[in-house]
């Protein structure tokens, strides 16, 4: 949608001169944002502007229609605007295109020409409507009928474009100098369209003794009573609007369009609309002179009707609003960019032209927005307007659409691990579609869709989708594993010695052996081995899969130990005749002890607490203690390396003189 400035259009002075400085100054300075939500398009020109329509509405099928306009009476065809309501029975957006022909020319709409979220939904019997606003720039060619001809192929009412509108520049540069105003139904999902006094859309300097014409732009709309939307403009009612076009007739539910045409200050109404004050029915027209105000700007509202079954049809979404008037600003050439598409994540300098202070509106996506030459980011696709001032305070908005392709997204990777050190890995990308292809970064590039014979690591990967679009760099790691597992049973795992140890191998995925007994190599078939000495021993078993190259070992400690012996008389007698004198106690093994003897009472009567060295060692020779029964509780542990010897025992012992 770049600017047309074309052979007619009056080139002007880059110099300001002293009577405009302080206007430039103010321009300059003032930091600018848009107070509507809804965005504006404004142009100035040397000639006429036609504004004509047509509805398919719910008919199917291929359809046809016919407004009278005769081209030929431009010298030149400027920018030319189509604007299109497109129905759908689904909250989403089709990616198919939908084709139209004008005088035999072809336009696609498809998501690349929506401008808007939806309008939406609303309920009609078992479906739910939602609608999209479609905005394209068309290359307008005439036929010689004066006619223009509109042809829907095959549609379903149900999910397709419902009517189109045009907005034509007849550019003459022996014409009087025309402004006009699109104001387009972008600022949210209502049907309805309504500017309120408070964010009222600045003019273009007018000429308030001349014509000024006011065209709403519908789109479904079936019946006058119950089923039309309520005009006004700056305040003032002008009337009820609803039923079928004369030029979209027998089409049922199609909805009214204002057709006019506006040259020299004249206001020329086409088709069924009248250029007078009122709105009535299918004339969607208004000459609304007498209700501008001086403060050069506008609002106003077409606001639907509601019927009274909440079965009905909610119709008449509204796609824009339309004033065109006489300026007093001359015409002055402006560059801005033609529409783009644009890759997910990329940037592109928005370069602008021709005037003195600028403004973009909406400010998504954009590095600054009140100067020529913002930044954008593709995040997501935007419609910008940008209004660009020269230096008399004049102005026009010129449309720019940036398409952002959506993210290419990798979605669900497949990783194969790489096995025992070989290049066995493999990393796939099964569910992903329209790829051309698919790269290893440092690595090679290929159609197929996986890569193969990788080692474990790190690896990092891209994609080519078939719209031009790189996918951002994804890293994944492919891991090694190891299929043999080598395990083995060892029972008993400890005792005193000798001590035979039975194995069990209990592998998998391995056919070589390997046995080892302290770092020693004892066979490669081993079920069980003698261990005569005490000590901890250490039994090793490696095993390998000689068709994979993959080894494991396994360990297992097995402990032998020395076997504490104790001895303790339950009777000793202190009588002095060389014979059980004392209490004493044998062991085999180096111990310490703690014993203690008690009498009938629980009284401690005796206690030992030390080491004893093997053999017999007397204790207690029961000097100064009176025949009887005495209870004792001996415990003891090894002070030599490698033995088990904890013991606790409890007894009784007699002494008899």
Same mark, same amino acid.
């Given at each position: ?6 052979? &007619? ?109 939806? *309008? ?86 007018? @000429? ?31 009337g009820k609007i609803g039923g079928i076009d004369s030029s979209s007739f027998p089409y049922y539910g199609t909805g009214v369009r204002g057709h006019f045409r506006y040259s020299n200050g004249i206001l020329e109404g086409l088709d069924d609309d009248t250029p007078d004050l009122i709105m009535d029915s299918t004339d ?12 050069? @700007? ?26 065109? &008037? ?124 996986? *890569? ?17 679009? &790189? ?126 003897? *008690? ?30 029964? &005495? *209870? ?26």
């Amino acid at each position: 949608m770049s600017a047309k400035t074309g052979k &007619y259009v009056k080139l002007i002075s880059t110099t300001i001169s002293s009577r405009y400085f302080a206007i430039f100054l103010f321009l300059i300075s003032f930091n600018f944002s848009f107070s509507q939500q809804n965005q504006v398009i404004s142009n100035i020109i040397r000639g006429s502007v036609v504004g004509l329509g047509w509805g398919a509405g719910v008919s199917n099928d291929t359809v046809l229609g016919q407004v009278y306009f005769d081209c030929s009476t431009c010298a030149e065809i400027g920018n030319v605007y189509v604007l299109a309501i497109e129905s759908k029975t689904h909250d989403s957006i089709s990616s198919i295109p939908i084709n139209f022909k004008i005088n035999n020319n072809s336009l696609t709409f498809n998501s690349e020409s929506i401008i808007t979220s939806r *309008f939406g939904p609303w309920p009609f019997v078992n479906n739910k409507f939602v609608y999209y606003l479609h905005f394209l720039s068309f290359d307008f060619q005439c036929n010689s009928l004066g006619l223009v001809d509109f042809r829907i192929l095959p549609k379903d009412f149900k999910n397709n474009v419902l009517a189109l509108y045009m907005i034509v520049e007849c550019l003459d540069n022996s014409s009087d100098l025309t402004a006009y105003s699109i104001v387009l139904n972008t600022g949210d999902t209502d049907v309805n369209l309504q500017i309120p006094a408070s964010e009222s859309v600045d003019l273009i300097p007018h @000429d308030n003794s001349k014509d000024v014409g006011f065209a709403m732009v519908g789109s479904v709309m079936n019946f006058m009573n119950g089923d039309g939307s309520n005009v006004s403009f700056n305040g003032q009612f002008l009337g009820k609007i609803g039923g079928i076009d004369s030029s979209s007739f027998p089409y049922y539910g199609t909805g009214v369009r204002g057709h006019f045409r506006y040259s020299n200050g004249i206001l020329e109404g086409l088709d069924d609309d009248t250029p007078d004050l009122i709105m009535d029915s299918t004339d969607a027209l208004a000459n609304i002179k007498s209700l501008m105000n001086a403060s050069n @700007d506008f609002y106003f509202s077409c606001v639907h009707e509601l019927p009274n079954t909440s079965y009905a049809y909610y119709t008449n979404p509204v796609t824009a609003g339309i004033l065109t &008037y006489s300026t007093f600003c001359d015409t002055f050439p402006v560059t801005v960019p033609r529409d783009t598409t644009l890759c997910y994540g990329a940037q592109l300098s928005l370069n602008v032209s021709g005037g003195v202070a600028y403004e973009w509106f909406p400010t998504t996506g954009l590095s600054c927005t009140n100067c020529p030459n913002p930044v954008f980011t593709a995040d997501t696709s935007v419609f910008y307007t940008v209004k660009i001032w020269n230096n008399d305070s004049c102005f026009v908005s010129k449309p720019l659409k940036i398409n952002v392709l959506p993210k290419t997204e990798f979605g669900n990777i497949v990783i194969t691990p790489s096995e025992c050190g070989s290049n066995t890995g493999k990393v796939s990308f099964p569910n992903m579609q329209n790829i051309v292809s698919y790269t290893l970064v440092g690595g090679a590039t290929t159609s197929l869709n996986y *890569f193969d014979a990788l080692s474990s690591g790190f690896y990092t990967f891209r994609v080519l989708h078939k719209n031009g679009c &790189y996918s951002t760099d994804t890293t994944v790691f492919v891991p090694e594993i190891n299929s043999t597992e080598v395990s083995f049973f060892a029972t008993p795992l400890s005792g005193p010695p000798p001590l035979e140890v039975n194995l069990q191998n209990t592998s998998f995925n391995a056919t070589n052996f390997e046995w080892y007994l302290n770092n020693e190599f004892i066979g490669s078939n081993v079920s069980s081995i003698l261990l005569s000495e005490t000590g901890n021993y250490l039994v090793e078993l490696i095993g390998w899969d000689t068709a994979i190259g993959c080894s494991d070992t396994a360990y297992q400690s097995i402990f032998v130990y020395d076997s504490l012996i104790i001895s303790l008389p339950n009777v000793f007698t202190p009588n002095g005749d060389g014979i059980h004198d004392v209490f004493s106690i044998s062991v085999n093994l180096p111990v310490h002890s703690e014993l203690s003897i *008690f009498n009938r009472w629980g009284s401690e009567v005796y206690r030992y607490d030390d080491n004893l060295p093997v053999g017999k060692t007397d204790l207690w020779n029961g000097e100064g203690f009176l025949d009887g029964v &005495y *209870f004792y509780k001996i415990k003891t542990h090894c002070t030599k390396p490698n033995s088990f010897c904890e013991l606790t025992q409890e007894g009784f012992i007699t002494i008899l003189r």
